[in-house]
């Protein structure tokens, strides 16, 4: 059995550690042998998740001298200044895997093996939760961290229903609305109380490039998502069927919660979302995706 030992971020209060390595972990069990990294390099592939720090480049330079795969997987922004070990885990890697084609572009500047790997689903495995549709839309709702959810606000605003905020701090910005603190536990549960989410990434390039992990773990539940005009997010509820979803700015809101006031509209959008999130973004799927490509580059490795 293949043996990785993993170097992945310690906490799960990180999105991308739980929809990529805890996914890994807990789809690849039977796989492959996992091991977290102590001080032991016995083994065939070194998997680093994100981490970049100087002790990070110190182990895969020895895990590459002992014979060893070097996985990097990073779904952060790759910024280019002087003595970035970000950058120098990408050039040592002998395979990089990203989440998106903006971080893949990115990433390229450093490594000719560069793979994207979707997120994987947060928050549930297999689909247990499920939107119903009410009447009207009472409820608008946006989540995420703090400058996500300043973001947000400007669109959530031109809402004329109860806005809510979920992981938000109080603040000027936020018109008549209600918080809720985030909790990973009940976060779907929370969601499910709103008719529509709306979810806004910045409008610098590299927020334009972010993961779209937000936006899947609503479509998991059939909620119905006004975005904003970002990469990840655009195409995302295109390739769903429902362009007319994207707000190029948010002037556009109160334009489209006419458009899908009516029920039946928002639980075409909520059946077509559901379908096309667990069709395309399963943990499963992005665990087998890493699975096939972890033999692929044993092979051409052992080849050499």
């Given at each position: ?67 060893m795969l070097l ?84 669109y959530v605003n ?138 692929k580059e044993l ?6």
């Amino acid at each position: 059995m293949i043996k990785i030992i993993a170097i992945p971020k310690k906490s799960k209060a990180s999105p991308s550690v739980r929809m990529r390595y805890y996914n890994f972990l807990e789809n690849l069990s039977n796989e492959f042998q996992w091991e977290t990294y102590t001080d032991n390099l016995d083994g065939d592939v070194l998997y680093v998740e994100k981490n970049a720090s100087l002790k990070t480049v110190n182990i895969a330079k020895e895990a590459l001298k002992r014979g060893m795969l070097l996985f990097y997987d990073v779904d952060d922004p790759i910024k280019v200044r002087k003595n970035n070990n970000m950058v120098k885990m990408i050039k040592l890697a002998d395979v990089v895997t990203v989440d998106t084609k903006p971080r893949k572009l990115s990433a390229e500047r450093f490594s000719n093996n560069v793979v994207i790997i979707p997120d994987g689903m947060d928050y549930q495995n297999k689909p247990k939760k499920r939107l119903v549709i009410r009447d009207k839309i009472k409820k608008v709702v946006t989540f995420g961290y703090p400058q996500k959810i300043i973001d947000a606000a400007p669109y959530v605003n031109k809402a004329n229903v109860e806005r809510r905020y979920i992981g938000a701090r109080k603040c000027n910005k936020y018109k008549n609305a209600t918080f809720i603190k985030w909790k990973y536990k009940n976060f779907l549960d929370e969601l499910l109380i709103n008719d529509v989410v709306i979810l806004v990434h910045g409008k610098t390039k590299i927020d334009k490039a972010r993961s779209n992990n937000r936006l899947i773990a609503a479509m998991s539940i059939g909620m119905p998502t006004i975005v904003a005009d970002s990469y990840a997010y655009k195409n995302i509820v295109k390739e769903a069927g429902h362009s007319y979803l994207v707000a190029r700015t948010e002037k556009d809101v109160p334009r489209i919660l006419n458009k899908i006031a009516s029920s039946k509209v928002r639980q075409k959008i909520s059946d077509d979302f559901f379908k096309y999130s667990w069709e395309n973004y399963s943990s499963q799927k992005s665990s087998l995706m890493f699975a096939k490509l972890i033999k692929k580059e044993l092979v051409c490795k052992k080849s050499l």
